[in-house]
């Protein structure tokens, strides 16, 4: 198994823009979840999804907007890229609510 | 308000000594807890996890210790090697409307000196 994969794990964009973060599992787990990581601070949680068809706001969604059609595929949204963007993000699944988290390995973006 | 914080933020150990990392916690609601490792330029790595129904947990050498009376866990790691360089950070969840939430230390970057 792959476990969890993200694309691309590095891209720049001009404010402004809009982009598409890549984020599969081949795990069949039902919870997918993606988060930000920002220096000096804990993984903050932007959007979640306990199954296909079904996604719910984390603590940071402004600006951002996911769609889970698949059980497999978990795509993060990013409209209007602005600076405050700037971050590394993670995407993650687990079988449940209850259980251990897999993350990818991240996609490290900026916006200048 | 919910908060899971660490208590040093690097940690330099000797090669062949034991590492303790620790984590306190405010939501005494919360019932499992995860120890992460998280080397440069990749994505956390499930460690070890607790239950509340357990105060202690070992694995391969490592050991999560859970003392909910003071709301602490701590990571012990046997005869440290040079591998185990990375950060740590410890995750706690509990339910919140019926979604298990899950809250983020900051982290303990952890140095090994050969």
């Known amino acids: 198994n792959a476990g969890v994969t993200q694309t691309p794990k590095f891209r720049i964009l001009k404010i402004g823009q809009s982009m598409t973060l890549q984020c599969a599992q081949d795990m069949n787990h039902n919870y997918m979840y993606w988060y930000r990581q920002d220096p000096g601070m804990g993984l903050k949680l932007i959007y979640y999804s306990v199954g296909a068809g079904i996604t719910d706001k984390g603590e940071v969604p402004n600006g951002y907007n996911v769609s889970r059609s698949t059980t497999e595929d978990f795509p993060l949204r990013l409209e209007l890229a602005a600076p405050s963007q700037t971050s590394v993000y993670f995407c993650?699944?687990?079988?449940?609510?209850?259980?251990?988290?897999?993350f990818g390995d991240g996609t490290r973006l900026s916006i200048l | 308000g919910e908060n899971v914080g660490l208590h040093l933020p690097t940690l330099s150990v000797q090669e062949g000594d034991n590492s303790i990392i620790n984590c306190a916690y405010s939501n005494s609601a919360s019932d499992y807890f995860i120890w992460y490792k998280q080397e440069s330029g990749k994505g956390p790595q499930f460690i070890i996890d607790?239950?509340?129904?357990?105060d202690k947990r070992q694995g391969q050498r490592v050991t999560v210790l859970l003392n909910k009376t003071v709301k602490h866990l701590s990571l012990q790691i046997a005869a440290t090697q040079p591998g185990d360089s990375a950060v740590y950070f410890c995750a706690e969840m509990g339910d919140s409307g019926g979604y298990q939430k899950v809250t983020f230390g900051i982290g303990t970057k952890l140095q090994v000196i050969p």
């Open positions: 993650a699944s687990s079988l449940g609510g209850g259980q251990p988290q897999h």
């Open positions: 607790i239950r509340s129904n357990m």
